[in-house]
């Protein structure tokens, strides 16, 4: 079995080892430095993230009878991306969005967004693809993605197929450290 982490914008996928290796120890554990992080070249664009998270999962997948991915803020849509591509045995999505664009129209309404985003990320459209069961975590007091987004997500889902927990008391950063979020991923 093995589990594939993609992180958010800005976190060092690294620092997650320690989690995932307590909360799913019979795992090989996948973590994708993005593009241009984490010492890694390049430009960290949506088509080329989303190539390599393809390329890690096939990677994966010829090694692992099983493959669960789990994907944070920024990773939660590369995250869809793959489970609406590949036979994914399981896909937890934590503080997810339905589209970044929407998310920056939402903090910024008086900017033309969508003439100025290249990369949109669009979650909703890859959701009733994915068969895989899922989990949404959201963030009750996230200010970064709020909840809106993903409960928007999530109606975008085929309802057998996925539930959605929003945490109280926790925000999109401190989401990680949460005593109910740490259980939901290790029982998911």
């Known amino acids: 079995k093995a589990l594939i982490f993609f992180g958010g914008n800005a976190d060092d996928a690294a620092s997650y080892m320690p989690q995932f290796s307590t909360s799913h120890p019979n795992h090989a554990i996948y973590l994708m430095h993005y593009r241009g992080y984490g010492g890694s070249n390049g430009a960290p664009t949506e088509t080329a993230l989303f190539t390599d998270a393809l390329a890690l999962f096939d990677l994966a997948f010829a090694q692992h009878k099983e493959v669960i991915i789990i994907g944070r803020s920024l990773g939660s849509g590369v995250a869809a991306y793959v489970a609406s591509q590949r036979p ?27 003439w100025l985003l290249k990369d949109k990320y669009e979650s909703w459209r890859y959701a009733p693809k994915i068969t895989a069961p899922t989990l949404l975590i959201a963030a009750a007091d996230d200010n970064v993605i709020p909840a809106k987004h993903s409960q928007s997500l ?32 290790a029982t998911f």
Request: aromatic share 10%; glycine share 4%; proline share 3%.
């Open 154 to 185: 999530f109606n975008a889902f085929s309802k057998s197929g996925a539930t959605m927990k929003i945490i109280a008391n926790v925000d999109h950063n401190s989401i990680g450290s949460n005593a109910e979020y740490l259980a939901l991923i």
């Open 88 to 114: 994914v045995a399981k896909l937890i999505l934590v503080t997810p969005y339905d589209s970044i664009e929407r998310v920056a129209a939402a903090h910024y309404a008086w900017v033309p967004i969508s």
